[in-house]
């Protein structure tokens, strides 16, 4: 019996032994400090060959190596780099935010913010669908403009910030014109109001005075209807929305005013602003 007994103990002793072992050998490699220069330029490397995650990850490393040191700071910004060019855009943005939060006087701040807005700007989706990206990427490009004004990164965020506009402009018009399909005429005209009173200088407006203008008679409200219009071929003489608008009014061919017939909106309004 004893002896049975005390096998036993020799077969668990030797089993937990064999478990010890095993565990032992899948622990992670011993940890080795490497010099900053070899870390960095080995990032940089695989950020060079396009190997932007292996990237990210190597210049990581260099910030937890040598958290002092200038280059972990340079690390932090090319690691935020290398999440924007492999599409990890929150990754990317999580680390701009980290580096501007722990320099916010380093020279590289202007650049810091200007790619978070591209990392938001990346992202914007078509028109048809929710535009929370799209007020996200507004802000982050109003903060580059507000912010540093002179750099060059200030003009190309204008500029990304008209398309930006313009594609806040779009999603409102498509949302109006499927209220207006479906014949719910008041708020469609809230929709191409708003894109009339909120984004004046985007390509958009044109349109939405010509939609206004067909659910203002759709309601009956010719008077409304003839002041929009009238708007319109003031501010867009050329454009074909004008045509339609004006030849829904007095039953035209198509082919838009001639001038002599314009009398009957000499006296209108002509201001956009006046509209409201």
Not at 11 to 24: D, F, K
Not at 70 to 75: E, G, L, Q
Not at 105 to 116: E, F, G, T, W
């Amino acid at each position: 019996m004893l002896s049975t007994v005390r096998a036993k103990q020799i077969i668990a002793t030797c089993g937990m032994a064999i478990l010890l072992a095993a565990c032992s050998s899948n622990e992670a490699p011993e940890y080795i400090e490497r010099p900053v220069s070899e870390l960095y330029n080995g990032a940089q490397d695989l950020l060079d060959a396009k190997e932007y995650q292996k990237a990210a990850k190597a210049f990581d490393e260099v910030e937890r190596q040598h958290p002092y040191s200038v280059w972990a700071t340079k690390a932090t910004l090319m690691s935020a780099y290398s999440y924007y060019q492999d599409n990890k855009y929150d990754d990317a943005i999580n680390a701009l935010d980290r580096f501007i939060s722990l320099h916010p006087a380093n020279p590289d701040v202007p650049y810091a913010y200007y790619l978070k807005a591209l990392s938001y700007y990346e992202q914007i989706s078509d028109v048809g669908r929710d535009q929370q990206m799209t007020q996200h990427a507004m802000d982050a490009l109003d903060d580059v403009i507000r912010r540093f004004p002179d750099s060059k990164y200030s003009r190309d965020a204008k500029l990304k910030k008209d398309l930006t506009v313009d594609h806040l402009a779009g999603k409102e018009m498509s949302v109006g014109r499927y209220y207006q399909d479906r014949q719910e005429f008041l708020a469609a005209i809230n929709r191409f109001k708003s894109v009339i009173e909120t984004y004046q200088t985007t390509t958009h407006v044109p349109e939405a005075l010509a939609r206004l203008t067909e659910c203002y008679l759709a309601l009956g409200l010719e008077g409304e209807a003839k002041r929009t219009a009238a708007v319109l071929g003031h501010n867009f003489p050329g454009s074909e929305y004008y045509s339609e608008s004006y030849d829904l009014l007095v039953g035209g061919d198509g082919t838009g005013p001639e001038r002599s017939e314009e009398s009957w909106w000499d006296s209108a309004t002509k201001s956009v602003s006046d509209l409201f």
